[in-house]
Every structure is written in structure tokens, then in C-alpha cells.
């Protein structure tokens, strides 16, 4: 049976990108909590998660040993940008993604953007990001996706963020489900 694994991009207030309503390291774990929440509650689905206070180093290194390459990750991020006009949803995939990943980070962007009435900027490489090659999707061997669900820095992004993130959390919930069926 395939697994699902919803990892917090961050870890804790102040690990990430800070908006004027958003903390992105508090918000990714809330973000993951409540998607498995939903998953488990709703589907009977129990996904794989990381520990709030290990390292990236250590979370690469359990998913290799936990995941398969039919396994499906999803790493939870928010975006800033210098520029507040920046806005909207992305999903990054490996640079060797296969179809199964840009199939499925299509779908989970068309999600995002649906439900909180967002911008898409789309589904990008790794090496289209500021930082080249990425851990969290180089790192072990499974389907594997970054989600950006919005921008922290813009007032309007961040805003319907929060006013629809329970609603997002189940709809990612509900086509994670669907994914594993």
C-alpha cells in the first residue's frame, strides 16, 4: 500500500519565512497537523510525518528508509519575497520528475489555488528555485513535491490563507486520499 508523507518545511516559530500574519515555521506545522488530522479521521489514513524538532539532515535520512519510490511526499513551505506585489501558489518537483510527479503536483496546485482563490505561478524544477537542488526533493527516491501555499509577505495572499486554511487542510486531505485509493 502506498504511503503518504506530510512533512513541516520548517520547524517552530522563526524558522522560516515571517509575514506580517504568517510565521511560515509555525504555520507549516499547523498546516501539516491538520491535513493529517483530516487523513486520519476522515479516510483512515495514517501518513507518515516528521518530528517537529529534528533537522533536515534527519528527516532526509528517515525518508529513505521509510519511503518507496511508489511512496508520495509532500513538503509544506510558505514563500516571502522583498517585492509585496509577489504573490500566489507553487509547487517545486525534482529535476528528473517523472510524470506521476508533475501530474500529481498539478493537481495538488490546482487545489491549492481553488480553495484559497490564489494566483498559480506553477509547477517548477528545483533548479528553477533560489537554492538549485533540494534536499526534500533529491534526497530519497518516491514522488516527491515542495508546496509553496502562498506568499507570507503579501497582505492579500496571507490573508485568504487564513481565512480558508481548515478548508484547504481538507481538501489537500481529500485528493491525498484519492491518491492512495
Not at 16 to 39: F, K, S
Not at 40 to 69: A, F, G, M, W
Not at 122 to 147: I, R, Y
Amino acid at each position: 500500500m502506498k504511503k503518504i508523507a506530510l512533512i513541516s518545511g520548517h520547524r517552530g516559530r522563526g524558522t522560516g519565512a515571517v509575514g506580517l500574519q504568517i510565521d511560515e515555521g509555525a504555520e507549516t506545522i499547523w498546516l501539516r497537523n491538520r491535513i493529517e488530522d483530516h487523513l486520519c479521521q476522515k479516510y483512515n489514513i495514517v501518513p507518515v510525518v516528521d518530528c517537529d524538532t529534528d533537522n533536515l539532515n534527519t528527516v532526509v535520512k528517515e525518508l529513505r528508509h521509510e519511503l518507496s519510490k511508489t511512496d508520495i511526499c509532500i513538503d509544506i513551505h510558505f514563500n516571502a519575497s522583498t517585492a509585496a506585489s509577489a504573490n500566489g501558489a507553487e509547487v517545486l518537483i525534482p529535476a528528473s520528475a517523472t510524470s506521476d510527479e508533475k501530474k500529481r503536483a498539478g493537481e495538488l496546485l490546482q487545489v491549492v489555488c481553488d480553495t484559497l482563490g490564489i494566483k498559480s505561478r506553477g509547477v517548477k524544477d528545483e533548479a528553477s528555485g533560489q537554492h538549485g537542488k533540494l534536499a526534500m526533493l533529491s534526497g530519497f527516491d518516491c514522488v516527491n513535491m515542495l508546496l509553496e501555499v502562498c506568499f507570507v509577505s503579501n497582505p492579500t495572499d496571507s490573508s485568504k490563507y487564513l481565512a480558508k486554511r481548515e478548508i484547504l487542510a481538507l481538501n489537500i486531505a481529500r485528493l491525498v486520499s484519492g491518491w492512495l485509493s
